[in-house]
């Protein structure tokens, strides 16, 4: 009876994991960028109470009897499915269709030269959200103010130099293209920062950066619609959209969350009734020791 109440207990407690999930899942439901999770189980320790034996001249052999002894938390995968995409007309706004997360840093850039001060490899973070906006300087940034890195642009494409991407406020016609560009008509008299170049009448301020892992689903949450590499994602592989496998990059769109509804309240009813017959577990083993005491009257 112990038993049964101890692998009850373990199964409370990780199916409240489970509606901890969904729940983040369904808060997260219109999140942009998002990526769903999933808990898994797996089963604990099972005490053998007889062993296995082989079958011998005067037996059949017998199976091992073993009881359980609980459940456990498996594991908390990271769903790394596209979500859908949604029109929003801003220019600004960028999605990945495709393989590829966009490139962001807290690194603070030269305001005089975009590719001055490249950004350590321990400070970049990795995003589906491409909700962009200028800051008060030009720059291009996320929506908690980290600046979206990329490759200086040349005359014939992009290069390999980090830079930031800074386009100045009197700028028309700004514009993402597939191949990460980002351009616009410059004002009259502007001169190109170091890493922009000209293209066509048309000022190309550099070009996204997108990076690629190993390991994707390894790769670790930190807030914001931001994530970080870690031991289990591997080292990324940086290069510029639609080139040698990443996505295409398509401006005045986002990628919404990858959550399906349907999927999560099934999920959700599930977790429910697994907790409430574990509760009933503890109920009957209560009753069976409570039996078990009251025998004496």
């Known amino acids: 009876m112990m038993r049964a109440m101890y692998s009850?207990?373990?199964?409370?407690?990780?199916?409240?994991?489970?509606?901890?999930?969904?729940?983040?899942?369904?808060?997260?439901?219109?999140?942009?960028g998002y990526k769903g999770a999933r808990a898994t189980f797996s089963d604990a320790l099972s005490q053998t109470v007889r062993a296995g034996a082989a079958a011998t001249a005067g037996s059949g052999g017998s199976n091992p009897a073993q009881v359980g002894l609980g459940v456990r938390l498996g594991s908390i995968d990271?769903?790394?499915?596209?979500?859908?995409?949604?029109?929003?007309?801003?220019?600004l706004d960028v999605t990945v269709q495709g393989e590829g997360w966009f490139r962001v840093t807290n690194t603070v850039p030269s305001l005089t030269d975009p590719t001055a001060n490249p950004p350590a490899a321990s400070s970049i973070n990795y995003t589906r959200a491409g909700n962009f906006s200028r800051n008060d300087q030009g720059m291009l940034v996320t929506q908690d103010g980290y600046y979206v890195t990329g490759m200086n642009a040349t005359a014939t494409g992009p290069g390999t130099t980090p830079t930031y991407i800074n386009i100045p406020a009197n700028a028309t016609d700004v514009s993402v293209a597939q191949d990460g560009s980002v351009s616009f008509i410059p004002p009259t008299g502007y001169t190109p920062l170091a890493g922009q170049a000209t293209q066509n009448g048309r000022v190309v301020a550099g070009y996204l950066s997108l990076a690629k892992f190993p390991n994707e689903p390894g790769m670790e949450r930190v807030a914001n619609n931001r994530w970080r590499a870690s031991g289990s994602s591997g080292a990324e592989v940086v290069n510029t959209p639609g080139v040698n496998g990443f996505g295409a990059s398509i401006g005045g769109s986002l990628e919404m969350s990858n959550v399906d509804l349907a999927t999560e309240f099934t999920t959700m009813i599930t977790a429910q009734r697994g907790f409430q017959a574990n509760s009933r577990v503890i109920s009957t083993a209560d009753q069976m020791l409570s039996d078990l005491v009251n025998l004496s009257r």
């Open 8 to 32: 009850a207990i373990a199964g409370l407690k990780t199916h409240q994991v489970l509606l901890d999930v969904t729940a983040n899942n369904l808060a997260n439901v219109n999140t942009v």
């Open 78 to 91: 990271n769903m790394m499915g596209a979500g859908g995409f949604q029109s929003t007309g801003n220019a």
